[in-house]
C-alpha cells in the first residue's frame, strides 16, 4: 500500500512538473515574441572577462559613450569560462532571464554560439560596417551573411625576444625578423649553445604554437565550411606538427603545464623568445629589470607556399543578445568601438590593446615608442601585422579537435608516424563531430 | 489452574481490545503526521532529483548543438562505445578506482587501528592532523598538489637534492607520473575522512575479545584479521562504497591538477561530461549519455560490493 502510494505521488509530481516545463517553455516564447517589439530599458549590462583588459576596455567605453539614448552601462566581470557556461545554460534552457545585453565572445567559440542558439543574438549588420574591421575577423563574427560581433580584441601574434640573450648568440634582431619555423629552431640551437637558456616554451596540453602556425598558411582543423575536420590532408598541418616535433627534438623548449609556469619561464629569463598574441605585452612588461632587452618581430612561417609571417592567437568580439534592451546595447557598442577612433587611442594609452578598427590605426597612440622593447613602436607593428593575418574560419570544434590533435601528438612524439595519427584524428573527429 | 487462567483471558480479553483500537487511532493519527512531515521532502526530492533524472534520461536519446535538439534514438549510446575520448575517459576513472580505493581503504584501516592504540601519546594531534585534509577546498589542495609536483615544486627539489632523481621529472607532463599524481592527492584528501569511519567503529568493539584472542594466543596481525576486519565489515561496505561514488564523479583534482592531460591521460569522465557541455559546441543529449554511464557503474559497482561484502538477509 505504501509502495503503491508513493510510487502514484512520485507519477503525480512528475506529470505536474512536466506541465510546469512545458508551460514555461511556451510562456519563454510568448516573452521571446514580445522582446521582438522595441521595449527600451534604461539599463544595459554587458559580460566580459580580464579587469585589466575587456573589463578595462568596457570602462573606457562607458566613459566615451555619448550616444542618443543615455542608458546606464553596468559591467558584470566573469571568468571567460564562466560566461561561457552561463550562456549555454540559459540559452539552451530557453529563458532569456538574467542574461546580459552585451556579451564578449571568444573568436574560436563564436561559431559554434551563433549556430547552437540561432535567434539568440541580434544582428548587427545594419548597425555598423563591416568594412571598417580588420578582415580577418568578420568570418568568424558573422552567420549566413548576417554580421553579429563587433570586432574587438585583435589577438594578433608576433614574436617577442630577448635581444641579449640573441647577442650573446651571435645574432642581430633582423636574423629572426620575417624567418620561417626552421631558421627559428636553428637560431634556437645557437641561443641555447651560447647561454644555455631554451628558446621558447610548450604546453603539450596546448597546441597554441601549432594553431599559429597553420593560419600563417591560412589553413585551419576545419574546411571552409566550418565544421567538416581538415587533418588526415592537411599539408599546413602536418607541417606544424613536424615543426613541433623538431623543437622537442632540438631541445629547444622548456616543457610547461599551465599559464603560470608559462608567463613565469619568461618573467625569470628563463627563454628567449615568446611566440604569441599581443595580449602578453603586460605580462612581458611585468620584469621591469628585463627593460630594453625585449623586441617583438614578426611571427615565424611555416615554410612553404603561400605562407606569410602574421598569425592570430585567440582574439574575442562583442554581441548583442536579443532580448530587451538590444537597440540600446547596439547603439552603445555602435557609439564606442564600432566608429570611435579616439577610444581606440584611449585604449592603446591606457591599457595596451589593440582593437581591430581599422580607422584607430592612425593615431598618435599607436606610434608611440615604447621603452621597455629599446624603443619599437610595437603598437603601430602590431597592427600593421594585423593586415596581412589570413583570415580563416574557424569554425564550430577548434576546442574539440584540439583535444584529438593533443593526444594525436603525444603519440607522434612518442614515435608513431604522421601521416597515421592524423588519419586516426582525422577518423575520431569525424565519428564525434556530426 | 486452567479454570484461573482462562477466567483471566476472558477478563483480560475486552480491555486489551479497547486499548488496541485506541492505539490503533493513534498509529493511524500519526502515520497520518508522520507523512505530512516527509511529504516536504519527498516533494523536494521529486522536484530536484528525480525529475532531472528523468529529464536527463529522455536528454539522453537526443542530439544536437545547444539548443537545437532532436530525438536520434539509440544514435548517443552507439556513438559511446565507438568514441575514443570517452573509453580513454572510462579507463582513467577505472584506473584511480581500482587502484586508489583499496588503497586508501587499506591505508585508512591500519591508521585508525594505530591511532586506537591506547598506550599511544598525541593520539588526538595525529588523529586531527589526518582528518585534516578533508576538510580543505578541493581547489585549494588541487592547486597546492599540483605546484608541489611542478617542475621546479618541491618534490623535485628534494628528489633532486638527496640524489633520488638526476634530473627533475615532469610530473603534470608525462602520462604514468600525471595518473600517480591525482592518485596521491585523493588519497591524501580521503584517507583522514574514512579513518575516522573506522576509528569510531572500533571504539564499539568490545575490548574483551581482544583480550580472550591474547589469551588464546593471537597475535597482532591474526587479531587484525581475525576480529578487527570482521568486525568492521559493514563500514568496510560502506566506505568502499561511498568512495567509490566519489572516485566514479571525480573532477576537481584533475581539472585542477592536470586538466585531464597530458593528452587525455588523465582525464575523467565527468571532465568529459563538462567538456562536451561547455568546452565544445554543447551536445548536451552526448554529455548526458555519459553521465547515465556513471549512473550505470555506480549501480552495478554498489550491488557487487552489496553481495561480496553485504550480510544476507
Redesign the interface.
Known sequence: MKKLF?ML??LV??VA?AACSSGDEASSGGSESSSEGSKSVDKITAWAWDPAFNIAALEKAKEAYSGDSKVEVEIIENAQ?DI??KL?TG??S?TTKGMPNIVLIEDYRAQ??L????DAFHPLTDVIKSDDFAEYKIATTSYEGEQYGLPFDSGVAGLYVRTDYLEEAGYTVEDVTNITWDEYIEVGKKVKEATGKNMLTLD??DLAQVRMMIQTNGSWYVEEDGSTPNLANNEALAKGFETYKKMMDADIAK????WS?FVGAFNSGDVASVPTGNWITPSVKQATDQSGKWAVVPMPRLDMEGAVNASNLGGSSWYVLNVDGKEEAADFLLNTFGSNPDLYQTLVKDIGAIGTFSAAAEGDAFAVEDEFFGGQQIISDFSQWTDEIPGVNYG??T??IE??L??????YLNGAELSKVLENSQA?AE???? | MSQQLTKKNELDLPIRHKETKRQRTNVYFKKKVGWLFVIISIIAITIFNFYPMVQAFLLSFQSGMGGNLEYVGLANWKRLFGDPTFIAALTNTSIFLLIQVPLMIVLALFLSVLLNDPTLKFKSFFRIAIFLPCVTSLVAYSVIFKYLFGVDGIINQFLVKFGFATQAINFLADPFWAKVVIIVAITWRWTGYNMIFYLSALQNVDKSIYEAARIDGANAIQQFFQITVPMLKPIILFTSITSTIGTLQIFDEVVNITNGGPGNATISISQYIYNLSFKYTPDFGYASTVSYVIVILVVILSIIQFRVAGERK
Open positions: 508513493l505521488l512520485l509530481g512528475m512538473l569560462d561561457i557556461q549555454n540559452l539552451s530557453g559554434s554560439f549556430q547552437a542558439y540561432p603539450p596540453n616543457i610547461v603545464s599551465d609556469q564550430l570544434h576546442y574539440a583535444d584529438i593533443v593526444t594525436g601528438m603525444q603519440d575520431q565519428a564525434q563531430l556530426k
